[in-house]
């Protein structure tokens, strides 16, 4: 039996041209769960007048992404995931 989170999350500098790359390879990818609540639509409308810098959520907001990771990848999978991803640095 085998446990495996379905996702693995990094940090990428150029998401764009990551999602892209992933894209023509047939890869899916989500974007994190997460990141900056001063970027949400609904802080930037109720809290106009308070100012947030949150550097490391800004950073995860706007570089972050999921790549697939569960126990069923084969290994070539796996290797043209991080041939797509590692071309993309």
Avoid: M
Wanted: hydrophobic share 35%; with cysteine.
């Amino acid at each position: 039996r085998f446990v495996s989170s379905f996702a693995q999350p990094i940090i990428h500098p150029n998401r764009a041209n990551l999602i892209n790359s992933l894209k023509k390879s047939n890869i899916e990818y989500r974007p994190l769960i997460c990141g900056s609540l001063a970027e949400q639509p609904v802080w930037k409308k109720r809290f106009t007048n308070l100012p947030v810098d949150l550097p490391n959520a800004t950073k995860v907001n706007n570089c972050g992404i999921y790549l697939p990771n569960n126990h069923k990848l084969t290994k070539q999978e796996v290797k043209l995931i991080c041939e797509v991803v590692n071309k993309g640095v």
